[in-house]
């Protein structure tokens, strides 16, 4: 299982790059990652384990966070509604999105930043999402509130993006035009 010394740091170049297209029909190596990724963030969510093992708790964690620069993420997070959504996703792509944004009003954090960095992050409200799940099956589906945000902070970690690149250097509590506020 994986542990937060899988986890690379803010630094490391890897965070910095873009990672490449997983190829199809995923090999029996990619799928292992991918699962690992997907136990991680649910492991990281069950208080013993978390304990056991100094899991930090994650909604979401991409390949590149464990020094592995293939399109790969997993998402396991409840909506406003107290549905799961959970995905681990190859290669996964924001197909369309809303021009209205939301942002937590908490901020976000990273599993690969070890510090807060504070200030709002700007994403979209509503996404829909493409990609290849662990059976090679191809899925499509929308998503607003905090798993919309969360897919959006993993798909970037794919294209080598921080969370805190987002962040209104001047003013990082900057009122965010036509955008939801989300409480967390
Ligand atoms: O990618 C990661 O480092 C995991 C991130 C994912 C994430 C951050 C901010 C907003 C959405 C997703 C976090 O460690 S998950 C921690 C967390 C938990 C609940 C809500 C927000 C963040
Ligand atoms: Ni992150």
């Given at each position: ?33 991918l699962k690992s990724l997907l136990e991680y963030v649910q492991n990281s969510q069950d208080e013993d384990i978390a ?109 080598g993006i921080m969370f805190y690149d987002y962040i209104d250097k001047e003013d990082p509590y900057k009122e965010i ?8």
């Amino acid at each position: 299982m994986l542990t937060m010394e899988d986890i690379i740091r803010d630094g490391h170049p890897t965070l910095r790059k873009v990672a490449e297209e997983v190829p199809m029909p995923p090999s029996e190596e990619d799928k292992q990652i991918l699962k690992s990724l997907l136990e991680y963030v649910q492991n990281s969510q069950d208080e013993d384990i978390a304990s056991k093992y100094g899991l930090r708790a994650g909604i979401g964690l991409a390949a590149p966070q464990i020094n592995v620069l293939k399109r790969m993420i997993a998402v396991h997070v409840q909506d406003s509604k107290g549905n799961l959504i959970s995905h681990a996703l190859f290669n996964p792509k924001i197909a369309s999105h809303s021009v209205e944004r939301s942002y937590l009003t908490a901020g976000e954090g990273c599993l690969s930043v070890d510090k807060a960095i504070p200030g709002f992050v700007p994403r979209y409200a509503r996404v829909t999402i493409k990609g290849i799940d662990l059976d090679g099956n191809e899925i499509k589906f929308r998503l607003k509130g905090l798993p919309a945000i969360a897919f959006q902070h993993e798909i970037d970690h794919l294209n080598g993006i921080m969370f805190y690149d987002y962040i209104d250097k001047e003013d990082p509590y900057k009122e965010i035009e036509n955008a939801i506020a989300i409480e967390r």
